[in-house]
């Protein structure tokens, strides 16, 4: 089963790409999804949208999970993220894909064994988990992956 976690931006999005076989999890890629700042934020959302697509095609995940928006101090911000994450929605669901909504702190449970976990504890330990050599850059990335985890760990071992 591929699982493809994404970490819901505009102007980034986070992408990390895992294969489940069974309870055996390895990473397969990781990345980010940027678009040119000064971008119409219309151009910027069919931008993103046409890059997932072709994502999506190149490694067929079966199943998408995304980091849910808990919290905003910016409105601009919040707003800007929840149309991202309608783009991956949207793309998902368009394949038919099983789609889970995962909260900060259910990730950062899954990867770290707590909820409350920093930034950094968790990048270390998503490096841990899936045996990479360097913690995953940028840090969206590094989230996307930790997003992935979370939902393979919480999906019945197949």
Do not use: W
Not at 108 to 134: F, P, T
């Amino acid at each position: 089963m591929i699982i493809l976690g994404l970490d819901p931006g505009t102007a980034r999005l986070g992408y990390g790409v895992i294969r489940k076989d069974g309870p055996r999890l390895a990473h397969v890629e990781h990345g980010v999804l940027e678009t040119p700042a000064g971008m119409a934020q219309a151009a910027r959302l069919f931008e993103l949208s046409t890059m997932l697509e072709e994502l999506m095609a190149l490694h067929k995940p079966d199943h998408v999970g995304i980091e849910k928006l808990f919290f905003a101090k910016n409105v601009t911000t919040a707003m800007s993220v929840s149309e991202a994450r309608g783009i991956i929605l949207l793309a998902a669901q368009s394949r038919n894909l099983v789609i889970s909504e995962h909260a900060p702190s259910q990730v950062k449970q899954a990867v770290s064994g707590y909820g409350n976990a920093g930034k950094k504890q968790v990048q270390e330990m998503i490096c841990r988990l899936l045996k990479l050599d360097e913690i995953p850059q940028p840090d969206d990335a590094a989230d996307a992956l930790a997003v992935a985890y979370c939902a393979a760990v919480t999906l019945p071992i197949r």
